[in-house]
């Protein structure tokens, strides 16, 4: 029985694949439509495909409308626990997603390439001067009508924890004047667990919070900021 998992895994790990290079493909294609519908429609395709292969479920409470998130623009901010954050996110917010992401996702064929068409913002973590830009670049496409989602913890956790958030999306928001709106993530690491080619067929659960305006923070320094957001991501993954 362990085999014939083993063997399921890899058959649905590699439908991921081609449906990753599908539908990147089908972005660049309906780039003429611009960058925010292309990205809308491909994204949102493809997280569909990926949850039909793999089984898994999605849950989300969502508590604003489609019309909210069209007449305003906010930083959305979540935890991170596995790859099937992104489609899981893609799929709960209506409009179209882009993600502040490490420049090394540039190089991944197919979903780098498409990233790097459609928009996403890159960050080099290694360098703080070149990080700084990145941030600026993203508070002037964002007052250019784009919603940015950020996982400020900086990467997966690996402890099922959500770790500390880093400043940079907290700055951003400061800086542009741009509420921010907490995200929780809940069950994806279960179902793709980081750093395995496993995947287990259960329900990842998004909560989405009300938005949090910087004015309403304007007492607390960049990383209270980001610890106040932090601890309203974890009241949303424990239901509250």
Known sequence: MRIVQKIIDWLQIAAIGVFTAF??????????MGQANALRIASKLWSKCLFGV???KLEVNNPHSRQFYSKNKFIFVSNHESNFDIPALFSAIPEALFFIAKKELQKVPFMGWYMWAVGMIFIDRGNREKSKKSMIKAGEQIKRGKNVMSFPEGTRSRTGKVETFKKGSFLLS???????IPVSVKGA??????????????????HIGRPIHPDEMSDLNPAQFAEAVRQKVLELRNGK
């Open 23 to 32: 539908f990147a493909f089908l972005g660049f294609i309906l780039l003429p």
């Open 54 to 56: 793999t089984g898994v």
């Open 174 to 180: 400061r800086s542009t004047g741009i509420p921010i």
């Open 189 to 206: 690491a279960e179902c793709i667990p980081a750093g395995k080619f496993e995947i287990h067929p259960g329900t990842i659960h998004v």
